[in-house]
């Protein structure tokens, strides 16, 4: 209908005004500063710069984790976390597509994690131990889930959507146990074995030269690769017409129904990416560590992700990123800690809180506050 589209339009106009705004400030013309900074404020919301930028991370990142000057070698060289971190940075931009962008709050996002990860090491351990075809065939069942569950979910609201995400995840969870122990492995899990990628590349090999000393192993690349394209993906998914939308669903969904828009389907399509997504990362981890357990697909490990992205910053893309990195940092290298190692989801709650308090956009939030405090500042004077 020519109704429909009109409104679609319009809506996408307003969200897409909203969306461009975020983060920014109204600048005090004083000359060529004030040009620059609006200059700036266009450049960083465009998909070539988010691109430009992870690149950039997944090139730097690793250097600065495991050898950076001037931080306690005890804090240093966990050459496998690093890898982690771009693993569950995947998944949190997964869950965040979901609950950032349409607000639907999952506590079950584990069966799409969980799920991808036992799909991908029962193909390579039975058929072919290939990486990207064992990759590829854990996210085609996370996303044959996510195709499924919505029937289910999406006629469920707020409190009820989440618990019910919750109970599907842990009915997975308990299935893998011990009814399939057989095939699952129950409370031991699998070992999961891995070739040379495409019979050619060992990904556990170190890269040559300065690439070893930057990067570590082809493994590293393989996960930088899935992490940028999927990075790339959100992005034009966020900026598109179609993925505006989500965010007017988000606002008001009985506006958005009102003014003829089929809420459900942007709902479903919100949840199919999301899982997607969330599939892609639990297909790596399998290849990362050689094992998947039952673990991943326990509700701890949805409450994992959840937090990482509240603390991270919700609706952004860089936002959950720093939320796993927090997170991930504080469970591998602070929890080895001597004096406070013991205590390491205490200080990580706590400092949750207070960012949280202070902070309700997260991390990324609070970063964007204080940058804005100090242009004003610089404006004023």
């Given amino acids: 209908m020519s109704t429909e589209n009109t409104e679609n339009t319009d809506i996408s106009e307003n969200t897409e005004n909203t969306d461009i705004s975020e983060g920014t400030e109204e600048t005090i013309d004083d000359g060529p500063a004030s040009s620059a900074l609006e200059t700036w404020d266009r450049i960083k919301h465009t998909e070539r710069f988010v691109l430009i930028a992870a690149v950039v991370f997944v090139a730097v990142f690793p250097w600065v984790f495991t050898s950076a000057p001037l931080v306690p070698s005890d804090l240093l060289g966990y050459d496998q976390l690093v890898r982690l971190i771009l693993i569950w940075g995947i998944f949190a931009l997964g869950f965040n597509h979901l609950l950032g962008q349409t607000g639907l709050l999952s506590f079950g996002h584990a069966m799409f994690f969980g799920g991808s990860a036992y799909a991908t090491a029962l193909f390579a351990n039975n058929v072919v131990a290939d990486p990207l075809l064992s990759v590829v065939?854990?996210?085609?069942?996370?996303?044959?889930?996510a195709v499924v569950t919505p029937f289910i979910l999406l006629r469920l609201h707020t409190v009820y959507f989440a618990i019910v995400t919750l109970a599907?995840?842990?009915?997975?969870?308990?299935?893998?146990?011990?009814?399939?122990?057989?095939i699952t492995g129950g409370i031991n899990g699998l070992g999961v074995?891995?070739?040379?990628l495409f019979g050619l590349v060992e990904l556990g090999a170190d890269l040559p030269g300065v690439f070893g000393a930057l990067w570590g192993t082809y493994m590293y690349l393989f996960v930088a690769a899935f992490f940028v394209a999927v990075v790339a993906f959100i992005t034009r998914v966020r900026k598109s017409p179609y993925g505006l939308i989500f965010k007017a669903v988000r606002e008001n969904e009985t506006r958005a129904s009102f003014v003829g828009l089929d809420v459900w389907r942007y709902k479903f399509a919100a949840f199919v990416i999301s899982g997607f997504v969330a599939g892609i990362a639990g297909g790596l981890l399998p290849m990362e560590t050689y094992f998947t357990g039952v673990e991943r697909l326990?509700?701890?490990?949805?409450g994992d992700v959840v937090m990482m992205t509240v603390l991270g910053g919700l609706g952004t893309v860089a936002g959950p990123i720093i939320g796993v990195i927090v997170f991930l940092y504080f469970e591998g290298v602070v929890n080895g800690l001597d004096v406070i190692g013991g205590y390491w989801l205490l200080t990580l709650a706590l400092a949750f809180t207070a960012v949280v308090w202070k902070y309700p956009d997260g991390i990324w939030g609070m970063i964007t506050s204080v940058s804005s405090q100090l242009r004003s500042q610089r404006g004023d004077q």
């Fill in 298 to 302: 326990h509700w701890t490990l949805s």
């Fill in 193 to 196: 074995e891995r070739n040379p």
């Fill in 137 to 145: 065939v854990g996210v085609c069942f996370a996303l044959l889930l």
């Fill in 168 to 182: 599907i995840a842990q009915m997975l969870y308990y299935m893998a146990r011990e009814p399939f122990e057989g």
